[in-house]
């Protein structure tokens, strides 16, 4: 009993750091929508500017003053980044606001390792707080018993910010509706902006007050992110109070699971956000989501089928691709074969995002699916390639059709976090399931039939599986069912009016878009030789997204160059400088600025305005184009 207690205690201290970065997490997407995947980069910024000024000055005073400072300094570097970059992007889809953020998380993280170096870093013990007191026969350190006062201590400031102040009731306000607060002369910017400032500066405290308990490490932005997450939506999203609740929920999970539950841990957490969104989908104590707002004309021109002039360029290009192993060498075959796979995963993720509406968060699951798939038939049944590679999509279509069928009945955000939980619950299980999927060790071995085994061989089956993937997923956008799908996108209430049922053609989108992501990691399986739990994960998910959106959200198939362009830039950044990060996130960031269409959607709408004669331009158009 006693060291259950204290276990429990212990959660309850990690509880009131998870708070602080939940929190502001929740307060910034409430009032900004902006889904903010740099707010870890803020939170590990806070931990290293938090161990620098606490190691520059010395006593208590330096050491409490140099976590404050350093959550203001996060905050002012919050504020601008608001100024200078999201207020350029308001205006664009939502999911823009992601891809920015997450390129400014690449970009810290190779600050962090030139600022600070590579090494982890252990900061000093906070004074007062250095003993341990004994409960019930185990010694708890006095530092924890000091954040768990601290969580219900910030809970009560913040009630009193938002209840008792004007800025407070005008950012309730902004939560529930903005249209409304800027009718009545409120300047939105500069609330923004606070919000922002706000959220950001508890991610730095968060991480300052990290420092005599964790490491300092360079990965602890990632490592957060993702509870984080899991917090505010279990919470529901823009509410301080079920971030709190949720944040002892998910720490008390986390403490008591490794011992209840040793095998399953890691899925815990998961579990419940899954369980919640499909219960209460707005969370515990959330509300359904506010009208979002209006964006600048993101439709480019009616879609259509390629015209014959178009598919001859076509053709000749895939020729051109065909041709390549005559004059590249093996690395570059095997580059090329990565970019021809990841083609079709983007092309799959575009399927649903852009026909289907659905912006999945965690579309990596059906990809990982595919090599795991593969993998077992190799390993477990001994199956040749030909038919292994027909084991992936089908472990895709199985994930997507359970999935799928929880993850329809809900929309917007609160769709894409039940695609990221399900996700991270797939990767959860690959991981601890040691004893079939190996674990971190993985699987090895898989490699392909003698006839592929070179590298032209097997870039001219990925090539060739790639395009009739992606051929098969246009063609399903122009049928029937894609004019059904996109009839349910862009009006529900018509759709159904007229016989289309929401739930049933989005869930058939969805089997089809696992089916094709399952192809895709099959055919990577064999490319790579092994497989690992990193083919389920977030970062793989977040590579797609960037892939469609540098392509063009509003493109039939702009994934596909996309992945060229993202997957090229990324492989020969690598082999260039040891600062790739830094300088792919901050190209990420240049091309949403300047082409928050895509790369593909703003030469479709260049295009389109060339054909239109000037007479005809509306006002909007025009107004459109000044800004």
Excluded at 103 to 132: C, N, Y
Aim: charged share 10%; with cysteine.
């Amino acid at each position: 009993m006693d060291f259950l207690v204290a276990q429990f205690l212990t959660g309850l201290a990690s509880a009131a750091s998870l708070f602080l970065v939940a929190s502001g997490l929740s307060i910034i997407f409430g009032v900004t929508r902006i889904v903010n995947f740099a707010h870890g980069a803020f939170y590990m910024l806070g931990a290293y500017l938090a161990y620098t000024l606490t190691e520059r000055f010395s006593g208590a005073l330096g050491f409490w003053g140099g976590l404050v400072a350093a959550a203001l300094i996060v905050a002012a570097l919050g504020a601008l980044l608001e100024i200078v970059l999201l207020r350029r992007i308001y205006r664009a889809p939502e999911l823009f606001q992601l891809l920015a953020t997450f390129g400014v998380t690449l970009m810290v993280q190779d600050l962090a390792v030139l600022i600070w170096g590579p090494e982890d870093l252990v900061g000093r013990r906070a004074p007062g707080f250095r003993g341990a007191v004994e409960i019930l026969g185990q010694r708890l350190p006095l530092y924890d018993l000091f954040l768990i006062v601290l969580g219900p201590v910030v809970l009560g400031l913040l009630w009193l910010l938002f209840r008792r102040t004007r800025w407070g009731v005008l950012v309730r306000a902004a939560t529930q509706d903005r249209d409304m607060i800027a009718a009545l002369g409120v300047n939105q910017k500069w609330l923004f902006t606070s919000v922002f400032a706000l959220g950001v500066f508890l991610a730095g405290l968060g991480g300052a007050l990290q420092i005599p308990r964790d490491a300092v490490t360079h990965t602890m932005d990632l490592r957060i992110i993702v509870e984080v997450f899991v917090v505010v939506v279990i919470g529901g999203l823009g509410s301080v109070p079920g971030a709190f609740i949720a944040a002892v929920l998910v720490s008390e999970l986390n403490a008591f699971g490794i011992l209840v539950f040793p095998t399953i841990s890691l899925v815990l957490v998961f579990l419940v956000m899954a369980c919640v969104l499909v219960v209460r989908p707005w969370g515990l104590l959330g509300r359904p989501e506010a009208a979002a707002r209006p964006t600048v004309g993101i439709s480019i021109r009616p879609w259509r089928p390629f015209a014959p002039g178009e598919r001859i360029a076509l053709l000749a290009a895939l020729i051109v691709a065909a041709l390549l192993p005559t004059v590249a060498g093996g690395y570059a075959l095997a580059v090329a074969t990565e970019i021809a796979i990841f083609a079709l995963f983007a092309a799959s993720l575009q399927f649903l995002m852009t026909t289907g509406g659905l912006a999945s968060f965690g579309h990596a699951a059906y990809f990982g699916l595919g090599t795991y798939g593969a993998a077992f038939a190799v390993k477990a049944m001994g199956l040749p390639m030909e038919a292994a590679l027909l084991a992936g999509p089908l472990f895709g279509l199985l994930g997507a059709a359970l999935f799928g069928a929880f993850c329809v009945r809900l929309s917007g955000v609160y769709f894409a976090m039940l695609t990221l939980a399900f996700a991270q619950i797939t990767w959860s299980v690959a991981t601890q399931w040691v004893e079939v999927t190996g674990g971190d060790n993985g699987m090895l071995g898989i490699w392909p039939s003698a006839w592929a085994a070179n590298p032209a061989g097997f870039y001219w089956l990925a090539l060739a599986v790639a395009a009739a993937g992606i051929a098969l997923l246009r063609i399903l956008t122009f049928s029937p069912f894609g004019f059904a799908l996109r009839g349910v996108r862009d009006s529900t209430q018509r759709a159904e009016a007229i016989g289309i049922g929401r739930a049933g053609v989005q869930w058939v989108a969805f089997l089809a878009a696992g089916t094709m992501a399952g192809l895709a990691g099959a055919l990577f399986a064999f490319l790579k030789g092994s497989v690992f739990p990193d083919n389920l994960g977030i970062p793989l998910s977040i590579d797609g997204l960037v892939m469609v959106l540098l392509g063009g959200i509003e493109t039939v198939s702009g994934a596909v160059f996309g992945a060229i362009v993202y997957k090229a830039l990324a492989i020969w950044l690598v082999s260039q400088t040891d600062l790739s990060k830094l300088v792919l996130g901050g190209i990420i960031v240049l091309l949403v600025v300047a082409f928050p269409k895509g790369l593909v959607g703003f030469v479709e709408e260049w295009r389109a305005r060339r054909r239109k004669p000037p007479a005809s331009i509306s006002a909007a158009s025009r107004m459109e184009a000044a800004e």
